[in-house]
């Protein structure tokens, strides 16, 4: 038997009507979008639809969307593009202490190169004050990057809050919304922000494609140089199969968000709640009502979480923490957040996704139980 996944934030599967929208581009359509004959016009005109199914799925313009190959390259492309498009206006550029790689890497990198990286911290919650962002801001000042959502405790912050005072003060404002599509209300308007970073793999398409929004008017300097593909945007030749196959993902979740969120919300409330009711000094990380309804992100005192998920051959989660030569490694998010390191060295990560159901959350909550019971028996 398959272990139980409990580990959506990680990666998806594949919609089943993904599959079958991309199938006709993998057996019959194959023709270059650039190509003016009847094969590459086909490929076009799917390019093109995808474009309007990620647009209308923002609240977006179709020529606002520009399609990378996932949400590390859409970081970059946002953060790096402001940061060489903007340098004479500026060399400041303000993020917050729980980013994933794909966007602190990204700020590291420049901050090695001469710009001012301001790392803005959280609360306890994992959350970030609007009023630090705004405190942080200088007259050199080109962009704010602070995530939706955060992939390991699933809180979400106040990026219309934040993306106001960022435009009060004439600066741009890009969010990764990497983990936020697929579970929760994701609109460019709503949310005031210039740049948007998706990955299709955290909501059922494929690995390796993804997209950014670029509000009308933002310059950035390109990435990738070549032909004038993807409205001169970014040079090469469009991934044709997997943007069909992020289109039609971005179809679904415009029309059944609320009822996917649902149906994530009730497993991952009775994985919680069958845990907390087997497992004493189990500690919740991350907001408990501002957060992404798949993630619950646990700590289970006195254990070390590699351990845990060693001995759970039953479940597929993610660790928090790691042991190394004696030496707790702990996450930048929960270290961000102050988690006792007793707490911090346990922390386990699970998420919920639209094929989990309630038999696996239930064998999931037996075997959780009966492993840290285990771990923290005398012996």
Same mark, same amino acid.
């Given at each position: 038997?398959?272990?139980?996944?409990?580990?959506?934030?990680?990666?998806?599967?594949? %919609?089943?009507?993904?599959?079958?929208?991309?199938?006709?581009?993998?057996?019959?359509?194959?023709?270059?979008? @650039? @190509?003016?004959?009847?094969?590459?016009?086909?490929?076009?005109?799917?390019?093109?639809?995808?474009?309007?199914?990620?647009?209308?799925?923002?609240?977006?313009?179709?020529?606002?969307?520009?399609?990378?190959?996932?949400?590390?390259? @859409?970081?970059? #492309?946002?953060?790096?593009?402001?940061?060489?498009?903007?340098?004479?206006?500026?060399?400041?550029?303000?993020?917050?202490?729980?980013?994933?790689?794909?966007? *602190?890497?990204?700020?590291?990198?420049?901050?090695?190169?001469?710009?001012?990286?301001?790392?803005?911290?959280? %609360?306890?919650?994992?959350?970030?004050?609007?009023?630090?962002?705004?405190?942080?801001?200088?007259?050199?000042?080109? +962009?704010?990057?602070? #995530?939706?959502? !955060? !992939?390991?405790?699933?809180?979400?912050?106040?990026?219309?809050?934040?993306?106001?005072?960022?435009?009060?003060?004439?600066?741009?404002?890009?969010?990764?919304?990497?983990?936020?599509?697929?579970?929760?209300?994701? !609109?460019?308007?709503?949310?005031?922000?210039?740049? +948007? *970073?998706?990955?299709?793999?955290?909501?059922?398409?494929?690995?390796?494609?993804?997209?950014?929004?670029?509000?009308?008017?933002?310059?950035?300097?390109?990435?990738?140089?070549?032909?004038?593909?993807?409205?001169?945007?970014?040079?090469?030749?469009?991934?044709?199969?997997?943007?069909?196959?992020?289109?039609?993902?971005?179809?679904?979740?415009?029309?059944?968000?609320?009822?996917?969120?649902?149906?994530?919300?009730?497993?991952?409330?009775?994985?919680?709640?069958? +845990?907390?009711?087997?497992?004493?000094?189990?500690?919740?990380?991350?907001?408990?009502?501002?957060?992404?309804?798949?993630?619950?992100?646990?700590?289970?005192?006195?254990?070390?979480?590699?351990?845990?998920?060693?001995?759970?051959?039953?479940?597929?989660?993610?660790?928090?923490?790691?042991?190394? *030569?004696?030496?707790?490694?702990?996450?930048?998010?929960?270290?961000?957040?102050?988690?006792?390191?007793?707490?911090?060295?346990?922390?386990?990560?699970?998420?919920?996704?639209?094929?989990?159901?309630?038999?696996?959350?239930?064998?999931?909550?037996?075997?959780?139980?009966?492993?840290?019971?285990?771990?923290? *028996?005398?012996?």
């Amino acid at each position: 038997m398959e272990p139980i996944y409990l580990d959506y934030n990680a990666t998806t599967p594949l %919609d089943p009507a993904v599959v079958e929208a991309m199938r006709p581009f993998l057996d019959t359509h194959f023709g270059n979008p @650039s @190509s003016s004959h009847i094969y590459g016009a086909r490929t076009k005109q799917a390019v093109e639809t995808a474009r309007r199914q990620a647009a209308q799925m923002l609240g977006a313009r179709p020529e606002e969307i520009v399609f990378t190959s996932g949400g590390t390259e @859409s970081n970059n #492309m946002a953060i790096r593009g402001v940061a060489h498009a903007l340098r004479d206006k500026g060399n400041h550029i303000i993020t917050s202490a729980v980013e994933h790689p794909a966007v *602190s890497e990204v700020c590291r990198h420049l901050e090695s190169r001469g710009w001012r990286i301001t790392v803005v911290p959280v %609360d306890e919650f994992g959350r970030v004050d609007p009023t630090e962002v705004e405190q942080a801001l200088t007259p050199t000042t080109v +962009l704010v990057t602070i #995530m939706h959502s !955060n !992939n390991e405790v699933g809180t979400i912050q106040p990026i219309r809050e934040i993306a106001e005072i960022a435009r009060r003060h004439g600066v741009l404002m890009h969010t990764d919304a990497a983990q936020s599509i697929g579970k929760v209300p994701v !609109n460019v308007d709503e949310l005031g922000v210039d740049l +948007l *970073s998706v990955a299709g793999h955290k909501f059922y398409a494929p690995k390796g494609i993804g997209a950014l929004y670029i509000r009308t008017g933002v310059k950035l300097e390109k990435l990738i140089f070549g032909a004038d593909h993807e409205r001169n945007w970014r040079a090469g030749t469009e991934n044709v199969l997997e943007i069909v196959g992020l289109g039609k993902a971005c179809e679904l979740v415009a029309q059944h968000l609320d009822e996917r969120a649902q149906h994530m919300r009730k497993l991952r409330d009775r994985l919680h709640e069958g +845990l907390t009711a087997r497992i004493r000094n189990v500690r919740l990380n991350g907001h408990p009502e501002l957060r992404l309804p798949n993630t619950l992100s646990l700590s289970f005192p006195g254990i070390e979480a590699n351990e845990l998920l060693l001995e759970l051959d039953e479940v597929a989660a993610s660790a928090g923490a790691a042991c190394h *030569s004696d030496e707790v490694v702990i996450s930048p998010t929960l270290e961000a957040m102050n988690v006792p390191a007793d707490f911090a060295m346990g922390t386990i990560r699970f998420s919920t996704g639209i094929l989990l159901t309630e038999a696996e959350v239930d064998r999931a909550v037996e075997a959780v139980t009966r492993v840290v019971k285990q771990l923290t *028996s005398p012996p």
